[in-house]
């Protein structure tokens, strides 16, 4: 794949006509996928019918036979998504949304998405005051297990959050319409909702055209039904996203363990806490880390890790405390008590009392504008005040907030490397770096060590957490970039082999029988390895392998269901062998352990006169433990996986 046409500022007909020109068929139909050149997931006339046109009867001109066939397959799955798309721009809910006064649509928004999130939480403790009020079905009386049913309200309540930021972006930014109203009719409230249900089933459709972007997924349509096949790109970001989830949730269970909860200081218990967590996932001392916000003339700026986790704890207090004061039977348009309204002096002075190096600095990351996400910017200005939405906030993890921004922090790599040698010297396994200057040419690696006859070099990468799969996909066009590097010293160091021995301390007739490469990351992957002859691995999985600890990734045993802490203590007394090492990282024990907890199931999902025909992953129950097996100092015993 040619990652260069990926981010093209303009998906022009110049552009597919270069691709065609330059690259191979196969390449060019894939770049066509990723352009999305034929895909237009707005309502309203097809705004590149014309240049789709001229571009089919070129192509056509200078196409084999079969390679017409292919290309007019193309075409016709990228149409059955253009009737997705505006099947759901002629759904009723949809065009009641946009029917709303633009002066007040962002206010009944704003309290709508409030009453949602409140009523689904309310909903957790069998409460479902508002849920008929807003038209919400939540009886999950079917459900007789309590923790299904948490598991279920959780998981909606996650996807309501993803799915705010899509919608306010479109009223709050590209609709230009900033007004907050203090008095919202209850109707326009109930409107709001056709816009947030139409995006959550928008987001369904995003993630077919994603699926068929990068994937090789399958499609028909019979008659109102629209079917997705071979889904294997949503297999893998299922996976992904599983990972991602338990390597968050499992550092935040020990922290639970570490600081319980502290009624009487609950800023500072959230300020210990998030810090906990935060240098676990990044591998870094934070007391004088900052992160560099890059401004708009060039004149960047940077703010302590630090004081933003203060002052997200403090914006936390204050919606927590108006929750806990504010009481809601009914549908109310009254945006000061459904909402937090507080005046922009007022949260000055709450943040000069936490002392921060740079507080302008730190109000403007915390304050919402175009391409920023909602959970990282929840202060939403209007006028003289700002606004929140109580309970997203009073439920906002700090430390997921932070890792999102981390590919803005100096530290990154630099933090991993140095915990990578410490563990090396702590297993006494010889290591060192390369930095080798060859004429205009420079050589650097992070690392490289050697274990019996084998000399491993590895690359540390440390990355924040895609929030979403255009993340992800931008992060794996990084590693490419990281594999092209470590290939490159792959080759400089097979050539200048002796030396490097040397420069290790190892004599120049020591015997090296292969040479492995290795990009470590600072979080768990859990989908296939994209990279040819490298390896990719976690930091925390790679120590466990070196010391002897097995990687468990979830919390609950399948057989008695009891808690298990996580292992911290080796259980091999032998020193790690290269055969062992590299048993492990041919296999992808996370992506078995992962799969070993999922099954299929079939939804049909109701759009408007279409309906969604598609499998998805589901888990077998909540965040099971699914143990590996106590790693064995026998090289063939090393990194399978069972159950226990």
Not at 35 to 53: A, M, S, V
Not at 217 to 224: C, E, L, N, R
Not at 475 to 503: F, P, S
Not at 508 to 533: G, K, M, P, T, V
Request: aromatic content about 10%; hydrophobic content about 35%; some cysteine.
């Amino acid at each position: 794949m040619k990652y260069e046409y990926i981010n093209s500022a303009k998906y022009n007909l110049a552009t597919i006509k270069k691709a065609f020109e330059n690259e191979s068929r196969n390449d060019f139909f894939r770049i066509c996928k990723i352009l999305k050149f034929t895909i237009h997931p707005y309502p309203g006339p097809q705004k590149n019918k014309k240049k789709i046109e001229e571009l089919d009867r070129w192509l056509k001109e200078r196409l084999t036979d079969d390679e017409i066939r292919i290309w007019n397959r193309f075409l016709q799955e990228s149409g059955y998504i253009n009737l997705l798309y505006k099947d759901l721009y002629s759904d009723e809910e949809y065009e009641e949304a946009n029917a709303l006064d633009g002066t007040r649509e962002l206010s009944a928004y704003l309290m709508f998405v409030e009453y949602y999130l409140s009523s689904l939480l309310n909903s957790e403790m069998g409460r479902n005051d508002l849920n008929d009020q807003l038209g919400i079905q939540s009886d999950l009386g079917a459900i007789p297990d309590v923790n299904e049913r948490l598991l279920y309200y959780g998981e909606l309540f996650d996807n309501v959050c993803i799915e705010i930021k899509n919608a306010l972006e479109y009223i709050a930014v590209y609709k230009n319409h900033n007004q907050i109203c203090d008095k919202i009719d209850s109707k326009d409230i109930i409107k709001a909702k056709g816009h947030l249900l139409s995006v959550m089933k928008k987001n369904i459709i995003d993630q077919i055209v994603e699926s068929w972007q990068f994937g090789d997924p399958h499609f028909t349509m019979d008659q109102d039904v629209f079917q997705c096949e071979n889904d294997t790109w949503g297999r893998i970001i299922r996976t992904y996203w599983e990972m991602r989830e338990r390597s968050t949730y499992i550092t935040s269970m020990l922290a639970d363990e570490q600081y319980p909860v502290n009624s009487e200081n609950e800023e500072r218990h959230e300020f210990d806490r998030t810090n906990f967590i935060l240098q676990r996932q990044l591998y870094a001392d934070l007391s004088d880390c900052r992160c560099e916000i890059v401004g708009k003339e060039g004149e960047n700026r940077t703010v302590k890790i630090q004081d933003l986790i203060k002052a997200y704890a403090r914006l936390k207090t204050i919606c927590k405390n108006h929750l806990k004061t504010r009481k809601i039977e009914n549908l109310n348009g009254d945006m000061r008590q459904v909402c937090v309204q507080i005046k922009k002096r007022e949260l000055m002075q709450e943040f000069a009392e936490l002392e921060l190096d740079d507080l302008d600095c730190v109000l403007r990351l915390l304050t919402y504008g175009k391409a920023k996400d909602l959970m990282d910017a929840p202060l939403i200005a209007g006028g003289k005040y700002y606004y929140m939405v109580p309970s997203l906030v009073a439920e906002l993890q700090i430390s997921e907030v932070i890792l999102s921004i981390a590919n803005g922090f100096r530290f990154r790599g630099k933090a991993l490397e140095h915990h990578l040698f410490r563990l090396l010297k702590e297993e006494n396994i010889t290591c060192g770096r390369i930095k080798r200057h060859e004429s205009s040419d420079t050589y650097e690696c992070d690392s490289v060590f050697v274990l019996e006859n084998c000399l491993f070099i590895v690359e540390a990468k440390a990355w924040g957490f895609p929030a979403n799969i255009t993340q992800y996909y931008n992060m794996n066009k990084k590693m490419i970039e990281a594999g092209r590097q470590i290939n490159r010293l792959y080759e400089y160091i097979r050539l200048h082999l002796t030396d490097v021995l040397c420069e290790l301390g190892l004599g120049e007739d020591y015997n090296i029988s292969h040479i492995y490469r290795i990009i470590l990351s600072n979080f768990q992957r859990a989908d296939e390895q994209e990279l040819e002859n490298i390896f990719l691995c976690d930091f925390n999985c790679f120590r466990g392998i070196l010391k002897g600890i097995p990687s468990g990734v979830l919390i609950k045993e399948l057989r008695n269901e009891k808690l298990l802490k996580v292992a911290i203590e080796p259980n091999r007394n032998s020193k790690i062998t290269a055969e062992a090492l590299v048993n492990y990282l041919q296999q992808n024990e996370l992506l078995g352990l992962t799969q070993n907890i999922l099954y299929e199931k079939e939804y049909c999902e109701p759009l408007h006169n279409l309906r969604i025909k598609k499998k998805y992953l589901e888990r077998k129950l909540p965040l099971a433990m699914v143990w590996p097996q106590p790693i064995s100092s026998a090289g063939s015993e090393c990194g399978r996986a069972g159950t226990r």
